[in-house]
């Protein structure tokens, strides 16, 4: 077998096309780890819809502008009157909807599709191992939902240090603002793994949208209303040693029914661990402050996340997606 | 992250073997829960060189389960198999950046244009971005998708769409193709073209290709080489060279007499063979025995006077293949054994006429059946068990 071209030479490359016989190639590889990255890149970009059509762009481009308004009204707020309109480590909380509906457009197109048209057999038939593939697309989603949490976090940074005077306000302001980015990563990390777990099932767009829409949003009116029927009650003490950052901290502790009824749902999952982490909980919290029951809150993210990645990978070794 | 660079060079394929595919007792069991243990392939040992390898066998015989094994996506329950000399179990990587493979089934985004996604699949099989996008180019072209290519492909015919999917598979430059039935869902002329292809990929190209399919008459006209599986048994591995060679018949028709003529073809040490309204007689596997039996039946037909009508050289139907011993075996001597043996061995063989007619599918959706309407009507594959049979007892 000839290492060289199989038959005529190369020819001009734009003129008479017919005659340019078949080409080995004898350029350079990319090995396995180079795939995944390009999989990966090829993933990441396709969450916000570029190198797809312009449809595909709206969502996106709509849940990153949503999200961006708030911190972009806070940068006028500071200006003009110097109150802050949101805080760092209330913003993905508050804009959960957002980020899961962003979820809901994009997991089905990055997971689903390739289960929909049968197209993973054609990965799998290449270098590519199983594992890869779901590890790769997970870390896109990832990748695609920070740019979604951090941006706003940083435009919230910079519009409000633009206004600030001095610099122990700057790095008041500085210290707050890292907590919210680290929140941000970790709503993008357990959200994308959930919503990835969850569209991985079907090859069907719509029940993947459905799929991840009426988890995170079902889950939350479900954990919501139980922590408040099991006696949770928003009430504001003031606590005067505290670093009067506009925090206030529960005195009591409450029942564990509201606590455990918390775990239900990974925003207030999310939330209850910040609380825990951090050592209070914000006024107007719809969560309990966990108290020595935070522990229960890492945990179950640790495990529930590991338990998604672990069901993903395992969803790829069937032989029946071929 | 580090990108791991493999040699420049064209990945070099072991010498020592010659074999493109080897397997040596390769079985795979389903263990379903629901539907109990089924056994796709059954202990297939085999060893094919390069060149157009045709896979046949009916639906579920194993035919995609073998495919799947040779690409490493599944594990055989036991045995070994090597692709280009790399063992499928602990070198699939290897072999998987040297084989492009085809699946049977629609495997093909409707939402892109045809040169994003083999650009996609030439980088997902390890080619660097620039690289990527002209190889897609240039294997769509050899597909024979020009202009159509920045199109969306949902709006593809499904020979385009059969074609997007050879051209993904070449993309990479590999040494060796996989088609798992490559001319599925096609109209007649949909299936020439997409052999054609096939062929000029595998002659022109110099890539070995394996072509999976139901239709033997169809794969055929285009194969080097044909392995033949049912129930994940392997029926027969041969070169079609040696099988049209060695079993060429000479169909004789006169207008009378055709009796005597078979007595006196018997009398010459002939075997004529009745089929309708004409005497097949196997030409011999060398020139010399080849000239000797165009003699006997120009002698027979001369002594006897009779009219005679018609005399070619017809080409094997591709059923006879399994009813038939008289070819070289790929691996081993197989050299033309005596009439007897090849009774004897007839009997013996597992493999029933019948099964062989399955195996070669609805006539009618076999163009070359269509193109050869004097081959048309032979089901005489019974009769000659039969007189296989006969012959065994004869001789004991």
Redo the contacts between chains.
Sequence with gaps: ???DT??AGPGSPSGV?HD????????????????V???YW?SFRSAWGL???PRAKIVPILALVIMCLPAVANAFSVSRTGVHAIAYDEYMYSFQLVLVLYLAAVTPELIS??IR???L?????????RTDYPIAKIGALISAMLVLTALPEILLYVGTIGSLHGGSAVWHETRAFFPGLELALLYSVVFSILAALLSCYTGRRAFATGAVAVFFFGTWVISSSLVRLTGYRPHFVHDGGSDGGGYFVRPTSTGSGPKISGLLNPANLLEGLKDWVVGRAPKNSDMPYPGSFGIVYLAVVVVLCALAVLLLIRRYQK?SL? | ??????S???PA?PAASAAVIEASGLTKRYNGAARGAVTALDGLTLSVP?GVIGLVGANGAGKSTLI?IL?G??APSSGSAAVLGYDVTDQA?RI??L???M?E???????VTAT?FVT??G??????PT?AKE?AA?SL??VGL?EERYRLIGTYSTGMKQRVKLA?ALV??P?LLLLDEPTNGLDPAGREAMLDLVER?GA???ISILVASHLLGEIEQICDSLVAIESGKLLRAASMSAFTKASAVLAVEVDEGAAELAAALRGAGLAPRRDGRALLVRLGGTEEESDQVYDAIRDAVADLGLPLNRLERRRHRVEELFADEDFDELDGPGDGADPADRATELATEPVTPAAAAAISGPSTADPAAAREPAAAAEPATPAEAAEAAESETDHE
């Design positions: 077998m000839s290492s199989a038959t096309i340019i016989g078949y080409r080995t190639y004898t350029g350079e590889r990319v090995g396995r780890l180079g795939i990255r390009a999989l090829h190198g797809r059509g599709r390739d048209n049968r197209t057999s054609l990965y799998f038939s290449r270098p590519l191992r032989a071929l | 992250m580090t990108t791991a660079t493999t420049t060079d064209r394929v390069a799947k690409l996506l599944l990587e998987r950046t084989v492009g493979y699946p089934h629609d495997c093909l985004p409707p939402d994003e996609h699949m980088r997902m099989g390890g080619l660097p690289a190889r240039e072209r050899h020009h993904q990479g430059d040494r990929i022109e190209f110099g």
